[in-house]
């Protein structure tokens, strides 16, 4: 299927990405692995103005260390987290993690940040974020912010540009083979990791 016609735009950085967003407002949308995105298009599910290509803006790519922190760019894809030494070592729950999603060819494309902007409850790394406790960096006209990811309300216009954990992470490996694969993902994360704001959540919730 064809999806419906869109501008598209290709900024170089953060700053002319974040302008964009800012100038064309809600006709706009951010494009990643387009693997959620391009699909709802063609289904006429979302029919955007504007597709705002994050795809060539390298400072939003890549995983590194700072002090004790493991910084990583929103446009880093699955198949990346799989393969960083970096994770490997200070948080491997991420790396097989990664490996349960979707198939080789998503994982090729799809990326940590569309995967969580993209506000799907069965999503993986939204959950996880809250479990190895990250924080996310977003970039909007009114400048940048840091926000704890059990907090997190992403406005209309700001791009996510990151994600920020304190390292060692709290979650251990074995972990995630026998208990989080058991009880599926998304919220399963969560409730299965024994996170005490989505217990909380869920007893409000149920209450
Ligand atoms: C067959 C298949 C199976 C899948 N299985 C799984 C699975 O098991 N687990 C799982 O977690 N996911 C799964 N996914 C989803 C996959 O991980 C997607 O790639 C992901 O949801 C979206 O990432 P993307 O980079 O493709 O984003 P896109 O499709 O490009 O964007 C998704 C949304 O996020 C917004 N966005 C993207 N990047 C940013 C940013 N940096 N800042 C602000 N907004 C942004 C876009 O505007 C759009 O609204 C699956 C997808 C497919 C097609």
């Not at 080789?104 to 799907?120: E, K, L």
């Not at 996880?128 to 970039?139: G, R, W």
Request: hydrophobic content about 40%; charged content about 20%.
């Amino acid at each position: 299927m064809i999806p419906p016609r869109f501008e598209y735009h290709a900024p170089k950085t953060v700053g002319e990405a974040v302008a964009l967003l800012g100038q064309l407002g809600s006709d706009a949308k951010l494009l990643a692995g387009g693997h959620s995105l391009l699909p709802m298009m063609k289904l006429r599910f979302a029919a955007p103005e504007h597709l705002i290509d994050i795809n060539r803006i390298p400072e939003l790519k890549g995983i590194r260390e700072e002090g004790g922190t493991v910084v990583i760019g929103a446009m880093t894809v699955e198949n990346e987290l799989i393969s960083s030494p970096i994770l490997q070592a200070k948080v491997p729950l991420l790396c097989e993690a990664a490996k349960l999603i979707a198939d080789p060819q998503v994982r090729n494309r799809g990326t940590i940040g569309g995967d969580i902007a993209h506000g799907d409850p069965g999503n993986d790394h939204p959950a996880l974020s809250i479990v190895i406790d990250a924080s996310f960096v977003l970039e909007g006209p009114n400048g940048r912010r840091t926000v704890a990811a059990v907090v997190v309300d992403q406005r209309g216009f700001e791009l996510l540009g990151g994600f920020w954990l304190r390292c060692p992470a709290k979650v251990r490996r074995h972990q995630v083979d026998h208990r989080g694969q058991r009880h599926g993902r998304g919220m399963g994360w969560l409730r299965c990791l024994g996170c005490q704001h989505a217990e909380q959540s869920t007893q409000q919730g149920n209450a």
